[in-house]
């Protein structure tokens, strides 16, 4: 069973920037569309990036938009969310996922989810 752990997180200030990685331990890794998600406490999970198994086509939550940018390295079974301007309402706990066949957008479409990495972003 494949398992997904994400590093690269911490506190950073506003305007800041911060690369999260997420390893994953299945060599099936580049067969699968990848996605990234955060949960803020008191609030539902939010979906923030998706890319596709071969980096043919990337997705990004509204929030995001123009800040964030997901990669990934099949050759390495991992993937990347680069963020930058962080603001203090990007403060949430950032899960990445492995997708299946359904919206990017739907955590229900992703079958295997990582520990979660914190973000804290200090104003």
């Known amino acids: 069973q494949v398992q997904l752990v994400e590093s690269g997180g911490g506190l950073v200030q506003a305007g800041g920037s911060l690369r999260l990685s997420c390893a994953a331990s299945?060599?099936?890794?580049?067969?699968?569309?990848m996605g990234w998600f955060r949960q803020a406490p008191g609030k539902a999970r939010e979906f923030v990036a998706h890319?596709?198994?071969?980096?043919?086509?990337?997705y990004y939550g509204g929030s995001v938009k123009g800040r964030f940018t997901i990669s990934r390295d099949n050759a390495k079974n991992t993937v990347y969310l680069q963020m930058n301007s962080l603001k203090s309402e990007d403060t949430a706990v950032y899960y990445c996922?492995?997708?299946?066949?359904?919206?990017?957008?739907?955590?229900?479409?992703?079958?295997?989810w990582g520990q979660g990495t914190q973000v804290t972003v200090s104003s």
């Open positions: 996922a492995r997708g299946g066949s359904g919206s990017a957008y739907d955590p229900d479409t992703y079958d295997t």
């Open positions: 299945a060599r099936t890794f580049s067969s699968y569309n």
């Open positions: 890319i596709t198994w071969n980096s043919g086509m990337t």
